[in-house]
């Protein structure tokens, strides 16, 4: 019926469009698999050094290869804070992954000393490892951090923001998250639920 050229350009076609098919298939894998491929790139997490609530240094070289969500918060805060640490806590609790690091750092660091932010943690009942509570060593540090987060400084720690910062594994902002807004925080679920 078929003559063995068109035989052979029917081989051809169905081997060319297998070949594609399979190409196709693995790039919608690829794109899927990856929580961060919808998200803009921001910035980068700044360099930083700081000292966690277990008198331990940390810094953004030890948080490489990690994803990692920043908050700022401080401990004598009766507003925003308690509110912002209970959606990260939540957070905390339904995302296993040890890809994982929740970073919340202090907006007070003349206040919130190592020993004052280990009291909240353990008044809080925040007890996963996977979340650091640090301070930098003065205004000024923390200041040039703030403003390399691209959230800005304000003087007054009550002026802080009750944004969740999204750090993919290669150091850099993703996404910025509003606590206080159900819509965004289960955009950001759905986000950290893919991550193994």
């Known amino acids: 019926m078929f003559t063995s050229e068109t035989r052979s350009c ?13 190409v196709q298939s693995n790039k919608t894998q690829k794109q899927s698999s990856d929580p961060f491929a919808s998200l803009t790139i921001y910035g980068k997490l700044p360099e930083f050094s700081a000292t966690s609530d277990m008198d331990s240094i940390v ?5 490489k290869n990690k994803i990692c969500l920043v908050s700022f918060f401080f401990s004598s805060c009766g507003d925003i804070c308690p509110k912002l640490n209970a959606v990260k806590h939540a957070i905390v609790k339904k995302n296993g992954s040890d890809k994982l690091r929740f970073v919340s750092v202090t907006v007070d660091p003349n206040t919130d000393v190592p020993s ?23 205004d000024t540090i923390l200041e040039q951090f703030m403003n390399g987060m691209l959230i800005g400084y304000a003087e007054n720690p009550q002026n802080h923001t009750a944004r969740l910062i999204l750090v993919d594994s290669l150091s850099r902002i993703r996404g910025y998250f509003d606590a206080l807004d159900r819509k965004q925080i289960d955009s950001l679920q759905s986000i950290l639920k893919k991550v193994q």
């Open 59 to 63: 810094n953004a070289a030890m948080l």
């Open 116 to 138: 004052t932010m280990r009291n909240h943690r353990q008044l809080m009942g925040f007890t996963d490892k996977r979340w650091l509570f640090v301070r930098m060593h003065n």
């Open 10 to 22: 029917l081989m051809i076609l169905l081997t060319s469009f297998f070949l594609i098919s399979c």
